[in-house]
């Protein structure tokens, strides 16, 4: 039995195709991008019918529908569900009271929002009809580009999205500054004869679009689980004492990493627990300047000359604060130098002692002795003896 299998991470389900019953499409979560995890299926299922569920299409674009069509839906489920035009497709991927949780979440309110519906699940021919218009995405794609430069419009168009029906799709574009569409549209509904729809983008929801890895290795935040976006600025780099290197501070959209946000709350709090230095400790054996702060352990490094980083010694926030406040009250501490003491290293690696050649096998090396009684018994010519 022949049998074609595509995958779409784009919508998260895989099309099988076979010449008897033709197109099946499975959702598939784990290979969906920003796909939404059901913890609270252990409550279980309220009724299907008449009940709110989450339906996902392309670009992880979804939306809260209503089941009006009498009939039982769970999740993988293909739907037809109503546009502002026509009729769409998608996949349901929640159910139950996580989509409550979910509307809480994006500020819709149950009793006073309008929800679409969904008419019924897809049959076949919806199935097929949705696959016709998936297959045209990449070239009417390809088209806009060509058609957006020819107009010398100032944008760039990172994805198409069709409409289950086939009679509409979605241009995501990126552009900087405003773009007239007014001729764009026109020369696009007599290219390719559908409704269109026009929707900006910024480069961090392009970057999550097209996916990639950074450079810690992992996948793409904006393409794994980031769906807000919010305003990066350079003083969470400098609170986090990082290099201000355009380079290794910006990701793949070009922007500023998301990544940097993460750990600010963590250095702020430390920083609050910190000493502010603007000049340097008094001490009855001379002055001690600032040379570097470790924010998270909470420790600053002093010198007793200025401008070098030799001979540093640590000193606790709170140990700084205390010799701050006596600085300011007229008194000299004593010397933050201290008498040597042999103190035994607390861990002892064993790495470098030995070659790594070690591990090899043991290359046995003929004597000469051993070759002497071999020439002496099978001659110089290696032959055997000789009678």
């Not at 939306?63 to 349901?92: C, E, F, P």
């Not at 149950?110 to 995405?137: G, H, P, Q």
């Not at 679009?209 to 919010?230: D, H, M």
């Not at 090899?360 to 000469?368: F, N, T, V």
Request: with cysteine; charged share 30%.
């Amino acid at each position: 039995m022949d049998e074609s299998i595509k995958f779409d991470c784009f919508r998260g389900c895989a099309v099988s195709e076979k010449p008897e019953t033709g197109p099946k499409c499975t959702y598939r979560p784990g290979c969906c991008k920003l796909s939404s995890r059901n913890w609270l299926d252990f409550a279980g299922v309220s009724s299907s019918r008449d009940a709110l569920f989450e339906v996902r299409f392309k670009n992880t674009r979804k939306g809260i529908y209503r089941n009006t069509s009498g009939q039982n839906i769970k999740v993988g489920d293909m739907v037809v569900v109503g546009a502002a035009t026509g009729h769409d497709l998608g996949i349901v991927t929640l159910e139950g009271p996580i989509v409550a949780r979910q509307m809480a979440s994006k500020g819709i309110s149950a009793e006073y929002s309008e929800f679409r519906e969904i008419e019924r699940k897809a049959k076949t021919a919806d199935v097929e009809k949705w696959l016709e218009s998936v297959a045209r995405e990449q070239e009417t794609m390809i088209a806009s580009r060509r058609i957006a430069a020819e107009l010398g419009l100032e944008m760039k168009i990172g994805d198409v999205e069709f409409q289950g029906d086939g009679s509409k799709a979605i241009f995501y574009y990126i552009a900087d500054g405003r773009v007239d569409f007014r001729q764009l549209i026109k020369v696009f509904a007599e290219e390719f004869r559908i409704r269109i729809e026009m929707k900006q983008i910024g480069a961090r929801q392009e970057a999550g679009l097209i996916g990639g890895l950074g450079v810690c290795g992992r996948e793409l935040c904006c393409a794994n689980y980031l769906t807000n976006f919010k305003s990066i600025q350079t003083s969470a780099a400098r609170c986090q004492d990082l290099s201000l290197n355009p380079q290794k501070l910006q990701g793949q959209c070009g922007k500023l990493k998301c990544c940097l946000n993460y750990e600010v709350a963590n250095y702020m709090d430390a920083q609050s627990r910190i000493p502010r230095v603007s000049e340097p400790l008094e001490l009855k054996d001379g002055f001690a300047y600032l040379r570097k702060t470790d924010i998270l352990r909470e420790i600053m490094y002093f010198s007793y000359e200025k401008g070098s980083d030799d001979n540093l010694i640590p000193l606790d926030a709170s140990e700084v604060r205390e010799i701050i406040k006596m600085n300011r009250n007229g008194v000299k501490p004593e010397s933050l130098r201290e008498e040597p003491v042999e103190a035994s290293p607390e861990f002892v690696t064993a790495v470098g002692d030995d070659s790594i050649s070690r591990f090899d096998a043991p290359r046995r090396r003929k004597s000469r002795k051993q070759g002497r009684n071999a020439r002496r018994h099978h001659g110089p010519g290696g032959g055997g003896n000789r009678e």
